[in-house]
């Protein structure tokens, strides 16, 4: 589906124009088209490959869909695979993507399986006419801008998803949600790598534009490309990060389990403990042999009663002491 068709000249916008007058002003000293595309039909696709020249690899690559990041060069042309990444209302993850074909007169942006627009980004390039006269790189450049900083609101999310999980490893008295904790880390720990999958290899991209044998649509725009090199940096090191504080604490969560186990039974252990004196004396006493002297005293029955509290209350009180009751 096309949702816009629009020619730029000299950092300025002259207004959007109809697929047939693509040829007419791409032909125009310092003028560019920019279309934009959404779920294109194989048709919409085969005009815009007749009509920009567009390399039979990249095109299919569109069509095929499910292409991980990069940026590939066809000769005077760039054709870059970026995916968009928005969170949903249950917390998973929506993956889209968004191919960009980038060439001296033209950008065409085709984006796929996402919910989000590129007005924003749209609006951002017209509102900057010096940058927008460095033609459709800025384009490219404003694009991956926009896809690379959504990465980061992402990632704050799950980084507070994960430190309200850390708080619940500390709080929880219960081994059920002990448990619980443990599968929504686990979970946690899986989106991370998936999300690590769809980012990563796009730093690969970037950084063919940033140094080394630039490609001359971009020679202009190094500097620009070297900082969205830099976030994407940032983004996959903190992934990285994220995901060994995951492993931490689903060992923290774990060690807390354990502990919790070793406390239940140790106070469980306790009980018998306390009896385990006056079961001992009873013992003694209940073997009724002839000679025990104590059988015959007038105060030997409350003397051994007596004994048995006072051992009872002070095994008791220690063991209160110690915290095992």
Same mark, same amino acid.
């Given at each position: 589906?096309?949702?816009?068709?629009?020619?730029?000249?000299?950092?300025?916008?002259?207004?959007?124009?109809?697929?047939?007058?693509?040829?007419?002003?791409?032909?125009?000293?310092?003028?560019?088209?920019?279309?934009?595309?959404?779920?294109?039909?194989?048709?919409?696709?085969?005009?815009?490959?007749?009509?920009?020249?567009?390399?039979?690899?990249?095109?299919?690559?569109?069509?095929?869909?499910?292409?991980?990041?990069?940026?590939?060069?066809?000769?005077?042309?760039?054709?870059?695979?970026?995916?968009?990444?928005?969170?949903?209302?249950?917390?998973?993850?929506?993956?889209?993507?968004?191919?960009?074909?980038?060439?001296?007169?033209?950008?065409?942006?085709?984006?796929?399986?996402?919910?989000?627009?590129?007005?924003?980004?749209?609006?951002?390039?017209?509102?900057?006419?010096?940058?927008? =006269?460095? !033609?459709?790189?800025?384009? @490219?450049? $404003?694009?991956?801008?926009? &896809?690379?900083?959504? *990465?980061?609101?992402?990632? /704050?999310?799950?980084?507070?998803?994960?430190?309200?999980?850390?708080?619940?490893?500390?709080?929880?008295?219960?081994?059920?949600?002990?448990?619980?904790?443990?599968?929504?880390?686990?979970?946690?720990?899986?989106?991370?790598?998936?999300?690590?999958?769809?980012?990563?290899?796009?730093?690969?991209?970037?950084?063919?534009?940033?140094?080394?044998?630039?490609?001359?649509?971009?020679?202009?725009?190094?500097?620009?490309?070297?900082?969205?090199?830099?976030?994407?940096?940032?983004?996959?090191?903190?992934?990285?990060?994220?995901?060994?504080?995951?492993?931490?604490?689903?060992?923290?969560?774990?060690?807390?389990?354990?502990?919790?186990?070793?406390?239940?039974?140790? =106070?469980? !252990?306790?009980?018998?403990? @306390?009896? $385990?004196?006056?079961?001992? &004396?009873?013992?003694? *006493?209940?073997?009724?042999? /002839?000679?025990?002297?104590?059988?015959?005293?007038?105060?030997?029955?409350?003397?051994?009663?007596?004994?048995?509290?006072?051992?009872?209350?002070?095994?008791?009180?220690?063991?209160?002491?110690?915290?095992?009751?």
């Amino acid at each position: 589906m096309l949702i816009a068709c629009v020619a730029y000249q000299d950092g300025r916008k002259l207004g959007g124009i109809t697929v047939e007058q693509i040829s007419d002003y791409a032909q125009k000293p310092e003028c560019f088209v920019w279309v934009a595309l959404k779920d294109p039909e194989a048709s919409e696709m085969e005009a815009m490959k007749d009509e920009f020249g567009l390399h039979e690899l990249a095109v299919e690559d569109v069509r095929a869909h499910h292409q991980w990041p990069k940026i590939e060069e066809y000769g005077e042309s760039l054709f870059a695979v970026m995916h968009t990444v928005e969170l949903q209302s249950d917390g998973s993850l929506l993956f889209g993507e968004v191919d960009v074909f980038v060439g001296e007169n033209y950008v065409l942006s085709v984006r796929m399986r996402t919910l989000r627009d590129f007005k924003k980004v749209r609006e951002r390039c017209e509102n900057e006419p010096p940058l927008l =006269r460095q !033609g459709s790189a800025f384009v @490219l450049y $404003a694009l991956m801008d926009e &896809i690379v900083d959504s *990465y980061f609101t992402v990632l /704050e999310s799950i980084t507070a998803e994960l430190e309200e999980l850390e708080d619940r490893i500390f709080k929880t008295q219960e081994h059920n949600d002990a448990r619980e904790i443990v599968e929504e880390l686990y979970r946690l720990k899986r989106r991370l790598v998936v999300l690590r999958h769809h980012i990563g290899p796009l730093l690969e991209g970037v950084g063919k534009l940033t140094g080394g044998r630039v490609p001359r649509i971009c020679q202009g725009m190094t500097a620009y490309f070297k900082d969205v090199y830099f976030h994407l940096e940032r983004i996959v090191s903190a992934i990285e990060g994220r995901r060994e504080m995951v492993i931490t604490a689903v060992q923290v969560n774990l060690g807390m389990i354990a502990l919790a186990e070793t406390e239940i039974t140790k =106070r469980l !252990g306790t009980y018998p403990a @306390l009896l $385990a004196v006056p079961t001992m &004396i009873a013992g003694i *006493y209940g073997m009724n042999f /002839e000679h025990m002297p104590e059988l015959h005293s007038q105060y030997g029955f409350p003397t051994v009663i007596a004994a048995i509290i006072a051992i009872f209350t002070l095994l008791f009180r220690w063991f209160r002491k110690v915290k095992w009751i």
